[in-house]
């Protein structure tokens, strides 16, 4: 099938389309590259063979998606958009604009032009501070930040275009936390600047670019004291969406699925492992809390272990030892 791709330069984009690729999929790729780059368009098309288009453009250029769409794509899966918390709350209006109005511009041009079936990504922060864990789709929804409510707002307008449009199958995957890089060190995760999540912050403290990790917070009511989260290898995540969509393909309904391994790990545990398989120092001290965080949040991933036949099945092993991999083939990240 061919499948329009937007953000698939991203992180959890670029993975994806390997696996898709792999799957014999054609796909379309719609990035604007504000936060990739090209070079790893070529890395997919190393990784895998078969059709990948790529196009450098906007989701909210609703004629360009049209005209994309009308191209014989008969899916969509949504990656693009702004991620990063703190930067939401800087610019809020930024957010909005890229995440609820990009996704309404791509609703329009697949109203325009008849494609019935989109993937979206959404996110935990949906939950904001749930009371008990692990989490069910059923738990109350919430957001503390801009970025969090531009995923639940999106959640909610897709929600209601597939209320309002018998045909339309959307299937809205709230992730936990991705990390992680494919096997072969070729892609993985680059962020721009000082990274703000855990993973490539302690990749970087690894390779020697950071001097010592801050671990936020070592007063949490968890084993250790510091914060849990369930971490999913991203090439895992990435088989979510080719299930999601073999699940529900021309499907019509709204389905939401956790995808996350249903064991939370604290910091120092995934500083030990990643210490361990990069046998490198990862030297950190405690800090202050950061605002915002909470104690603990994994996932119950029964939903989808079921109806998508999907389960996480690398460990935290796999993730960090590919996260090294990744970090120290390319300790500068991708080239420009
Ligand atoms: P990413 O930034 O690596 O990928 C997003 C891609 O979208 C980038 O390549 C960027 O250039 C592109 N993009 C941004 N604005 C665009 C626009 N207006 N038009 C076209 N392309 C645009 O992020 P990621 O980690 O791969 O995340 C992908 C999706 O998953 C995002 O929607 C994100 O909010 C969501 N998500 C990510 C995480 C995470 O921890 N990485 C967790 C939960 C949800
Ligand atoms: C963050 C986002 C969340 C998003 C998720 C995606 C915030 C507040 N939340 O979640 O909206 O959906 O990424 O993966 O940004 N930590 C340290 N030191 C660091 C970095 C992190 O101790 O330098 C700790 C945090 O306190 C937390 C854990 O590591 O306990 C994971 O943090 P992070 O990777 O930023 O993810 P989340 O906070 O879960």
């Not at 609703?62 to 918390?85: D, M, P, R, W, Y």
């Not at 609703?107 to 749930?130: H, L, Q, W």
Request: contains cysteine; negative net charge; glycine residues 8%.
């Amino acid at each position: 099938m061919k499948i329009l791709i937007t953000g698939g330069a991203g992180y959890i984009g670029s993975h994806t389309c390997v696996e898709l690729l792999n799957a014999g999929h054609e796909l379309v790729v719609l990035d604007n590259l504000s936060n990739s780059k090209h070079a790893a368009i070529h890395r997919i098309r190393e990784l895998a063979a078969g059709p990948l288009e790529f196009v450098k453009g906007d989701i909210r250029d609703t004629s360009l998606v049209s005209n994309l769409l009308s191209q014989q794509c008969q899916a969509v899966i949504h990656f693009a958009g702004l991620k990063a918390v703190g930067e939401s709350t800087q610019i809020p209006a930024d957010y909005y604009e890229t995440n609820v109005s990009g996704t309404l511009s791509l609703a329009r041009a697949m109203d325009a032009t008849g494609v019935k079936t989109i993937v979206f990504s959404s996110s935990a922060t949906v939950y904001g501070d749930p009371s008990t864990v692990p989490i069910t789709e059923d738990f109350p929804l919430s957001a503390t930040n801009p970025y969090g409510w531009s995923k639940l707002m999106v959640e909610q307008i897709l929600s209601d275009l597939a209320q309002a449009d018998p045909k339309l199958s959307v299937t809205l995957l709230r992730y936990f936390n991705p990390v992680g890089a494919h096997p072969s060190g070729r892609i993985g995760e680059d962020p721009n600047g000082i990274p703000n999540n855990l993973m490539p912050y302690i990749s970087q403290v690894a390779i020697g670019k950071l001097p010592e990790l801050s671990v936020f917070g070592n007063d949490y009511p968890t084993r250790d004291g510091t914060g849990i989260r369930d971490y999913i290898h991203v090439v895992d995540l990435s088989l979510g969406h080719l299930a999601a969509l073999n699940a529900h393909h021309d499907q019509a309904g709204r389905y939401v699925y956790n995808l996350g391994t249903g064991h939370g790990v604290s910091v120092l545990e995934m500083r030990n492992a990643f210490a361990k398989a990069s046998e490198r120092e990862i030297p950190y001290r405690f800090a202050p809390r950061r605002p915002g965080d909470i104690a603990a949040c994994w996932a119950d991933p029964s939903l989808a272990n079921g109806a998508l036949n999907w389960r996480a099945e690398r460990g935290l092993l796999d993730m960090v030892s590919d996260a090294w991999k990744w970090q120290s083939m390319n300790p500068q990240g991708y080239p420009d």
